[in-house]
């Protein structure tokens, strides 16, 4: 993989690296709908929930009987991504998607924009992000975080253009985790 050889740095330094590798499984009702672009939602609810599930599979492995059982120190979490992958560690440590301040952002900015584009993709998707996230109202406020409270540290390398999901100045991390 092109990212190999970091994970081989971090590694010499005797951090238990994994890697997630997105099968980007979507929900199959979603798939039904024709006028849907689903593939947008791969990017903000299924590689964070994946990337807490394999947290999860890694607390499972070091727990006692566990294959690694003692060996990972899970106290310390840390998640690195890069571009789309940065939006993924973002949420990952407790952003949390703002629709409505997104839509009033794609609203004042030129959507033909490369870079406004990276945001503004997400416009139209609002109700079906917001039933995932088990939500009626998209535009309530803030989406629940899918962080996870083991999450320590975060690295966002490059992170991709569409940080505006999470509103404009705030990206949304709770308070108490800043």
């Not at 994994?18 to 039904?32: G, L, S, Y």
């Not at 890694?58 to 990972?72: D, F, Q, T, W």
């Not at 009626?136 to 996870?148: I, T, V």
């Not at 404009?168 to 985790?177: A, L, M």
Request: glycine share 10%; proline share 6%; with cysteine.
């Amino acid at each position: 993989s092109m990212f190999g050889p970091v994970a081989q740095y971090f590694a010499s330094y005797g951090i238990v690296v994994v890697a997630a590798n997105f099968d980007d499984d979507i929900d199959p009702w979603i798939r039904k709908l024709p006028s849907v672009n689903w593939q947008p939602l791969r990017k903000l609810y299924v590689r964070p929930a994946d990337v807490v599930r394999l947290i999860d599979d890694v607390e499972n492995l070091n727990a006692p009987g566990g294959k690694l059982a003692g060996v990972i120190d899970t106290s310390h979490i840390g998640v690195w991504g890069m571009s789309t992958g940065g939006t993924t560690a973002f949420q990952a440590a407790g952003a949390q998607l703002d629709l409505k301040a997104m839509d009033d952002w794609c609203a004042q900015h030129n959507t033909e924009d490369e870079a406004t584009y990276e945001t503004c993709q997400f416009v139209g998707t609002e109700h079906i992000l917001a039933r995932q996230y088990g939500i009626a109202d998209p535009f309530a406020g803030p989406l629940p975080a899918l962080w996870d409270k083991r999450v320590a540290a975060l690295v966002a390398v490059a992170p991709g253009g569409e940080l505006h999901v999470f509103g404009e100045c705030d990206v949304g991390v709770d308070p108490g985790r800043r």
